[in-house]
């Protein structure tokens, strides 16, 4: 397939696809800021872009070319329909409360981002989850957008599964005879694309770098990321040391949790 044959391809996909009108809002509003910010719009349209190119849902096809592949046993979107159960599972939270005070202005004006124009179509709402999530993608946008598979959001794994992929990112993108990327495309997603003027807050291409999360005895070459609901993981390439640590923050004090953590046990394979 030529590359004008994939961007026509992506191009109808993207037209079609009613889920990407807040993105292309988005970006249309951003357009002329100069600043870096955090934000999941660009990995979930690439899981959109990964769907049109491929002719294939973004879980089946990692499943197929990663997952598997790897023999990760224990990394799927959607587990309860992939052969797990909600005793396999640790609940994340009550309902999604911190997304609903992000959109909500009437009662917490001051939490979130400025959903001011968006207050009619909030109060109309009726579908937020009250219930405890087990099983299910805590993230709002994959699971009511996304059905619970969305490019940025919706992944279930283990210790041991993200030791797998961790180790492959350590190798240059290979892990037991199975190559997945070359190493130039590491560097190029691990190497600072932002300039905000501040220590620890600098990103790559997904990957953030160098953080104050990651440890006195980190080097610069770090990088990793930190997930909502109290997934991190730490790559440091220079000691070939990967980190993983798995918390439910969302169901306790995070500051308080936090503060109380000495030790972080690091996997290394």
């Not at 240059?172 to 807050?201: A, C, P, R, W």
Request: hydrophobic letters at 35%; glycine letters at 10%.
């Amino acid at each position: 397939m030529g590359s004008s044959e994939i961007l026509i391809k992506i191009s109808t996909y993207l037209e079609k696809s009613e889920k990407l009108s807040l993105n292309t809002e988005f970006v249309e509003e951003d357009k002329d800021r100069k600043s870096e910010h955090y934000s999941d719009f660009g990995f979930m349209t690439l899981g959109f872009v990964v769907e049109a190119i491929t002719n294939e849902s973004m879980d089946e096809y990692a499943k197929k070319n990663i997952y598997e592949p790897l023999g990760m046993k224990h990394t799927t979107y959607l587990p309860l329909d992939n052969g797990f159960t909600k005793e396999d599972i640790a609940a994340t939270s009550l309902g999604n409360p911190y997304e609903y005070k992000m959109i909500d202005e009437k009662d917490y004006p001051d939490f979130g981002y400025d959903c001011t124009k968006d207050q009619a179509a909030f109060e109309q709402f009726n579908g937020w989850r009250k219930y405890t999530l087990i099983g299910e993608a805590n993230d709002g946008n994959a699971a009511m957008g996304g059905n619970g598979v969305a490019g940025h959001a919706g992944l279930f794994s283990t210790a041991s599964d993200l030791a797998i992929l961790s180790q492959a990112m350590l190798n240059g993108g290979e892990y037991n005879g199975v190559k997945l990327y070359d190493k130039d495309t590491i560097d190029m997603f691990t190497t600072q694309h932002t300039d905000t003027g501040k220590e620890s807050e600098e990103f790559g291409y997904c990957f953030k770098l160098d953080q104050i999360w990651m440890g006195d005895s980190a080097t610069i070459h770090a990088y990793g990321h930190d997930g909502f609901t109290g997934t991190t993981v730490a790559i440091d390439p220079d000691n070939n040391l990967s980190i993983l640590f798995l918390l439910i923050k969302c169901k306790a004090d995070l500051e308080k949790v936090m503060g109380r953590i000495q030790i972080i046990i690091g996997i290394q394979m």
